[in-house]
T-cell receptor
Framework: QKEVEQNSGPLSVPEGAIASLNCTYS??????FFWYRQYSGKSPELIMS????GDKEDGRFTAQLNKASQYVSLLIRDSQPSDSATYLC??????????FGAGTRLFVKA | DAGVTQSPTHLIKTRGQQVTLRCSPK?????VSWYQQALGQGPQFIFQ???????QRGNFPDRFSGHQFPNYSSELNVNALLLGDSALYLC??????????????FGPGTRLTVT
């Protein structure tokens, strides 16, 4: 079992729709959770962090965390073609190491 | 506000050679982590440096070594290069002692090709 799992996609949504990206993790002791966006040929960019159960909203982005289910999600409202990228879920456990999933490719069709 | 910088941008080396990659953290950050990202994969943690010491290491052989300088900049050294070392090498910085101390900000990366 991979430590951080994501559906590789591609996930295709029409412009203006809600994109829903999901991630599960194996370490129950994990404390910090992150979503990064990575455009092709570029480095990852931090878009959301979440540390406690529930929802956290920032603009068009909402991160959701459920530690009991070991599940993290990212919702992107009013999706735009510029949101087309790979979205990486990252999880920090009890140490200093952050583990990344392989990413989900998102395509937003104009 | 200066972001994370890395050099060089691209590098081509031959099997068996050695390489040194460099990173300057974001202004105000004191912790540097190095990652290797193969095509189509997520970044894999190599190690993290804080106060000039290696604080934690991932599953990489000791051909991979690093250093952090008093100004918080860092180097990644890879000896005896293998074809499988070809990847994007990413440096990420963060600031210990803040509520968001585990938020990491990445540099543009160094694309290493081993032939």
């Amino acid at each position: 079992q991979k430590e951080v799992e994501q559906n590789s996609g591609p996930l295709s949504v029409p412009e203006g729709a809600i994109a829903s990206l999901n991630c599960t993790y194996s370490d129950r002791g994990s404390q910090s959770f992150f979503w990064y966006r990575q455009y092709s040929g570029k480095s990852p960019e931090l878009i959301m962090s979440i540390y406690s159960n529930g929802d956290k909203e920032d603009g068009r982005f909402t991160a959701q965390l459920n530690k009991a289910s070991q599940y993290v999600s990212l919702l992107i409202r009013d999706s735009q073609p510029s949101d087309s990228a790979t979205y990486l879920c990252a999880v920090r456990g009890g140490g200093f190491k952050t583990i990344f999933g392989a990413g989900t490719r998102l395509f937003v069709k104009a | 506000d200066a972001g994370v910088t890395q050099s060089p941008t691209h590098l081509i080396k031959t099997r068996g050679q050695q390489v040194t990659l460099r990173c300057s953290p974001k202004s105000g950050h004191d912790t540097v982590s190095w990652y290797q990202q193969a095509l189509g994969q997520g970044p894999q943690f190599i190690f993290q440096y804080y106060e000039e010491e290696e604080r934690q290491r991932g599953n990489f052989p000791d051909r991979f070594s690093g250093h952090q300088f008093p100004n918080y900049s860092s180097e990644l050294n890879v000896n005896a290069l293998l074809l499988g070392d070809s990847a994007l090498y990413l440096c990420a910085s963060s600031s210990r002692g803040t509520i968001s101390s585990y938020e990491q900000y990445f540099g543009p990366g160094t694309r290493l090709t081993v032939t």
